[in-house]
């Protein structure tokens, strides 16, 4: 790759995520070269993509190009590119634009859509975990709606219209309450002639509950309100199949749609080349010490959604969530600097600031610790949160604007198809 040789400590991060972004931030006091590595120029703010999904926010209001987030640091580079392979022994990172070498390597490249080896499923199904993807979901969205417009067969219009969402994490409730807001207040003004009412949204759960993760009050509440909006719960339900028209129940149930959207995991996006013991096969994350450090590599560290790490408050590891991702960069950038010191790392600690979810306008459940609450302070709340942690000031208006004109005209304004979407029927 061509950077400038330096006498510096070259700190490579791939990944400009919630973890690499912070890491990276943070890294500027330090006397380092760093270079940050990504498969796009931008970085996502993945919990507001469901709203880019269901026309409520144009896409680059929650992506920020990650040139200007680094742009006021010295010694920093980054290079658009997708990292293939690892190789340890010669400190070396091999992507598709060539090799970089290392002296400390932060791997920050989070998740990707598990489809547990379902391969009709991985084939039909429409995932949301990046900006394309969501843009996806919307073109497919609209262009169904376009299509059972002028469709005069009522089995064909209905599977047409009806939107099924796989895994009832706060993800999947986001997109069917959202969903359900198109359908009462959106789609009756765009759509006339077509009878609302032949709209259905189905959420689909292997659990017994919706938000699996949170408190069993959110679940109840957000349980209630969907139910208040006419989703169709389908708990204690693993979806066996989807051939691109039908899909299969382990209960022997099937249902027709063509908005088949799957939110019911992720797998590490783990990248090749390090020691076996240092991936656990069946999450594809690594094993990471109290200090990132991946066990058996010195001057390796993963942070974010692809580490994995066991403490006594979280012997199963920690929720893959922003704060984890943005509390290990932090605390890893703090490290770093008492390396090149000599000294020695202080182990990571998480500070657990609460879960949260929005089923619309209104409606959100909030889990902080010691208090769980829902309703319209729970909705503020998300917001607020929400909007802070948005990348960039432009953003913040951007997206408040949109709420706000959101809110009071109850329109959600970014429905247009400028990349339609090529389904496989
Ligand atoms: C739809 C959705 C909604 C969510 N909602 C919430 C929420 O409300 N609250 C919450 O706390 N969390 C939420 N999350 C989870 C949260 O977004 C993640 O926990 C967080 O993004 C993890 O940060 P990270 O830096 O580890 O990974 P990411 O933010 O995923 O960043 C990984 C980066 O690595 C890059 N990358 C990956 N592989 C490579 C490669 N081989 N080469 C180069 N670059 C690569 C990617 O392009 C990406 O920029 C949501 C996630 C999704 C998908």
């Known amino acids: 790759m061509n950077l400038p040789e330096t006498t510096r400590k070259r700190v490579v991060i791939i990944g400009a995520g919630f973890a690499g972004i912070s890491l990276a931030k943070k890294l500027r006091r330090l006397p380092v ?11 996502t703010f993945q919990p507001l993509l469901y709203q880019v999904s269901t026309g409520g926010l144009e896409p680059d209001s929650i992506a920020y190009p990650i040139r200007k987030i680094l742009k006021k640091l010295h010694n920093f580079y980054f290079r658009l590119a997708t990292v293939n392979k690892i190789n340890p022994e010669l400190k070396e990172v091999h992507t598709d634009i060539g090799k970089i070498s290392y002296d400390y390597l932060i791997i920050a490249t989070g998740t990707r859509t598990n489809y547990f080896g379902n391969t009709e499923i991985q084939e039909n199904a429409m995932s949301m975990k990046s900006v394309p993807q969501a843009l996806n979901i919307r073109s497919l969205m609209l262009q169904n709606f376009e299509l059972a417009d002028n469709c005069q067969d009522l089995e064909e219009r209905k599977a047409l219209l009806n939107f099924c969402i796989i895994g009832a994490g706060p993800t999947g409730v986001e997109l069917a309450g959202a969903f359900a ?43 209630k309100f969907l139910e208040n909006f006419g989703v169709h719960l389908h708990l204690n339900t693993i979806v066996k199949g989807y051939n691109g028209d039908l899909v299969k129940m382990d209960n022997g149930e099937e249902i027709r749609t063509r908005n088949f959207i799957w939110t019911a995991g992720v797998t590490g996006a783990a990248v090749e080349g390090l020691s076996s013991d240092a991936l656990i096969k069946r999450i594809n ?32 590891g920690h929720p893959q969530m922003a704060q984890p991702a943005i509390q290990q960069g932090e605390l890893l ?93």
């Open 181 to 223: 807001e198109l359908k009462k207040h959106v789609f009756p003004k765009d759509y006339r002639h077509l009878n609302i009412d032949e709209m259905e949204i189905h959420l689909f759960e292997g659990a017994d509950v919706v938000l699996p993760p949170m408190s069993a009050k959110a679940s109840e509440k957000a349980t």
């Open 33 to 43: 070269q760093v270079v940050v590595i990504d498969k796009h120029n931008y970085h």
């Open 333 to 425: 950038a703090m490290n770093l600097g008492r390396l090149l010191k000599g000294g020695s790392m202080k182990p990571f600690v998480y500070r657990n600031k609460g879960n949260m979810a929005t089923i619309g306008r209104n409606k959100a459940v909030v889990d902080l610790p010691g208090i769980e609450f829902g309703g319209f302070f729970a909705w503020f709340i998300w917001m607020f949160v929400h909007l802070m942690s948005l990348v960039g000031f432009r953003n913040r208006v951007i997206v408040f604007f949109n709420w706000v004109y959101n809110y009071i005209n109850y329109d959600k304004a970014a429905r247009l198809i400028v990349r339609p979407f090529r389904t496989r029927i």
């Open 285 to 316: 994350r690594f094993k990471v010490d109290r200090y990132n450090q991946i066990l058996g590599h010195a001057n390796i560290f993963a942070i974010g959604d692809i580490a994995y790490m066991e403490t006594e408050a979280y012997p199963k």
